[in-house]
């Protein structure tokens, strides 16, 4: 690859929608959820090793997992690991990795990638990847990855775009929708001008610190005077105060929604952003009842359910439709297995019962 680009990842998430499976002290991306032997964060990290060397990687995540990044990437050096003290959000994930990229290297091409991704195909993947960072060479240009979509799911953003009118890859975008009600999200995939919002950007960091000057001052202005610190020994004091300072907005709505210079590469490569137990579900192994069973366990009359257990008991269940369970630890969850919107209420419910439970 000619512009030879740095790996961001993105994982100080909490996956509240895995809980309990997924905790405070190690969420969804620091474990194992599909049973390869391999986190969500090392599947992320072995997929870019096709296109970028260890030394080019940077981990973003809480100060509260940065002994977990430690032990799940063992390659990586200390300084590769930026670690927050605040949780705000996207957009100061990016402009701290930006600025600190742009201190030693001000012609950097930057991919910036969640943690906790499902890629199927991945040698498709690296074809398409390849495209949108040729495509940020430009100068402005922000580019997102956009998944072809094959049906009206309201769990994810939407992105539309024009037609390219000379051959070009990169298509101008022309609206972000934030998980539209099922009526739209039907008219957006008859439409035919609309793809999935994969939450994954690459760009020319000069691009993104113009982006943030503009439409996020307050966090371009924080960041900026991180370049008297960043690398020495005064870097974590100022990241403090930095996100003491800056506030809790997404990259797709302090940037990409405000810019007009933003561009989608498509995409179809067997993604999945892993948000849900329901999303689990239909990527595991069923049986042929559309059960997934992980753990000692009794179906009977028992159908399109997920039942996970991690204790040596063994568990029955009889009689149930579109539920899902799970043990993991303290905490025993039954409920519908789309409910996924009434997570939060669980997980803030049960921090009331006691923090060991969260």
């Not at 049973?35 to 599947?43: A, E, I, V, W």
């Not at 890859?169 to 739209?184: D, I, R």
Request: aromatic share 10%.
């Amino acid at each position: 690859m000619q512009h030879r680009p740095y790996i961001v990842i993105l994982a100080g998430g909490i996956g509240s929608r895995f809980w309990p499976y997924s905790r405070t002290n190690r969420p969804k991306q620091f474990l194992d959820i599909l049973g390869t032997g391999r986190t969500l964060l090392q599947m992320t990290y072995d997929r870019f090793l096709a296109i970028a060397k260890p030394d080019r990687f940077f981990v973003v995540t809480n100060h509260a997992y940065l002994e977990l990044v430690k032990e799940q990437l063992p390659d990586l050096k200390p300084e590769q690991i930026l670690t927050e003290p605040l949780r705000r959000n996207t957009a100061a994930c990016a402009a701290y990795a930006a600025y600190r990229i742009h201190s030693f290297d001000r012609e950097a091409t930057l991919i910036v990638t969640p943690a906790d991704q499902l890629i199927l195909k991945e040698d498709r993947f690296i074809a398409t990847i390849e495209k949108a960072v040729e495509a940020a060479q430009v100068k402005g240009r922000l580019v997102t990855m956009g998944i072809r979509p094959n049906r009206a799911d309201t769990g994810f953003g939407y992105i539309q775009y024009l037609e390219s009118e000379n051959g070009d890859s990169a298509l101008k975008v022309k609206t972000f929708t934030e998980k539209p009600n099922l009526k739209l999200a039907k008219t957006f995939l008859e439409s035919g001008d609309f793809a999935w919002n994969s939450g994954m950007f690459v760009w020319k960091v000069g691009s993104l610190l113009e982006a943030l000057s503009e439409n996020l001052p307050d966090v371009a202005e924080t960041f900026e005077e991180g370049k008297n610190h960043f690398g020495k020994s005064t870097e974590r004091e100022f990241v403090f105060k930095a996100y003491s300072l800056v506030k809790n907005v997404s990259l797709d709505l302090g940037i990409m929604e405000k810019s007009d210079n933003v561009y989608v590469i498509l995409g179809d490569y067997g993604w999945s952003d892993l948000g849900s137990w329901h999303g689990l579900h239909d990527l595991r192994e069923k049986d042929e009842h559309n059960n997934v069973v992980d753990g000692n366990v009794l179906l009977y009359d028992t159908k399109n359910s997920y039942v996970k257990v991690d204790s040596k008991k063994l568990v029955v269940v009889e009689g149930l439709d579109h539920y899902l369970i799970n043990e993991s630890e303290n905490v025993l969850l039954i409920c519908k297995l789309d409910g996924e919107k009434k997570f939060r209420d669980f997980v803030a419910n049960a921090k009331k019962k006691g923090e060991d439970f969260i």
